[in-house]
C-alpha cells in the first residue's frame, strides 16, 4: 500500500505594505504601464493593466499656484493628491490622501538628495515618520537617464518595485513617456503608481 502523500503546507501570504490603502494591495506581482498623454498641462497620464485596460488616470491641475496632480482611480473617484512644495528644481513633492492638501491628510513626502543628479536618490518619508527625516522610510535609486529605477525600503537594497523608461523616438521629442511600473505581492500599487509620476516630475521641469 502506497504510503499516503505528505501534507503540503501553505505558501505564507506576502506581508502588506499599505500607505495609501489597503485595497491597493495585492497578492500577486503586477505590471502597470504608465503613460503620459498628450493634454493641456502635459503632465496627465493613464495607467493601464496588463490586458490594456485603463484602471487610474492622473489629471494635473491647469491653473494652480503649485504644481499639482490627482490620482483617480478607475471609477474618477481621487486617491491622492500629488504636490510640489515650491522646492528649489523640483525637489520636493508631497502627497495627501484624496483631494485634499490639509497637512492631516499628509499621507507621503518625496525628497530629491540633490537638485543635479547623476545617480538618481529620491527619500521617501511617511506622515508618521518618528525620526523627522533623518532616516527614510523608502528610498527610489538607480538612474532615470538610463531608464531604470528600484524602489527599497530604507536602507535595505531589497527592490518591492522597479520603474522603467520607455521612449520612442516621436514620444521623447514630445515629451510623452511611458514608464512600466512593476510592483512586488502585498505593496500598495496607487503608492508606487504615485512615485512614478513624480519621478517623472522631478526630471521634467516646466
Known sequence: MDAPAPA???????????VVDARFCGLEAT??????????T??????????GAAVMQ?????????????????????????QDSGYFMDTRWEVFRGDSTSRRNLLFAAVKSSAFQIRTKIYVFLAGNAAGEEAPDFVIR???CDGACTVCRGTSDAA??????????GGALLGRHTYTARISPGIDRAFILALTV????MHHHR
Open 8 to 18: 503540503t503546507t501553505p505558501a505564507p501570504a506576502p506581508a502588506v505594505t499599505a
Open 142 to 144: 538607480g538612474s532615470y
Open 31 to 40: 505590471a502597470f504601464a504608465v503613460t503620459k498623454t498628450i493634454s493641456l
Open 160 to 169: 518591492i518595485a522597479q520603474i522603467t523608461r520607455q521612449n520612442t523616438a
Open 42 to 51: 502635459g503632465r496627465d497620464f493613464t495607467v493601464t493593466d496588463a490586458a
Open 198 to 201: 513624480i519621478l517623472d516630475e
Open 58 to 82: 492622473v489629471e494635473a491641475a491647469v491653473f494652480a499656484l503649485l504644481r499639482k496632480s490627482l490620482l483617480l482611480d478607475a471609477a474618477r473617484r481621487p486617491v491622492l493628491t500629488m
